[in-house]
């Protein structure tokens, strides 16, 4: 087997908080809505596009949220991004860098752990 990329991260949200998503993954963190294909809409939840891959939150009925388990968002400038987060009052914690990258962990709505790190050669 030879994996050639990777299509898509699945996170767990509540029911009936789809709003809350929108406003965090697209309005926040600045992500693309996709429409959902035809038969997934009545399950609920949102799907979002970044560069090369999708974050898919999907409704959990008992939800509780990925505190360890987390993707790892790229960004370009992270001191952009934590200011961002500060306006949006999202939690911020500093994390060791790991091989010379800077990077920063947040939470979604849902308490679901994000983590953004800095580009290579990105500003940190």
Known sequence: MRIVGLDHVQLA?????EA??????SGVLGLHELEKPEPMRSHGGCWFELAGA????GIEADFRPAQ????????ADLAAARTTLEAARA?????APV?????IFTEDPFGNRIELLAAAGGVA
Request: aromatic residues 6%.
């Open 91 to 95: 939690p911020i914690k500093t994390a």
């Open 13 to 17: 949200m509540p029911p009936g908080r």
């Open 54 to 57: 999708q974050v898919h939150l």
């Open 68 to 75: 360890k388990a987390h993707p790892a968002l790229v960004v």
């Open 99 to 103: 091989d010379g990258r800077a990077r």
């Open 20 to 25: 809350e998503a929108r406003a965090f993954y």
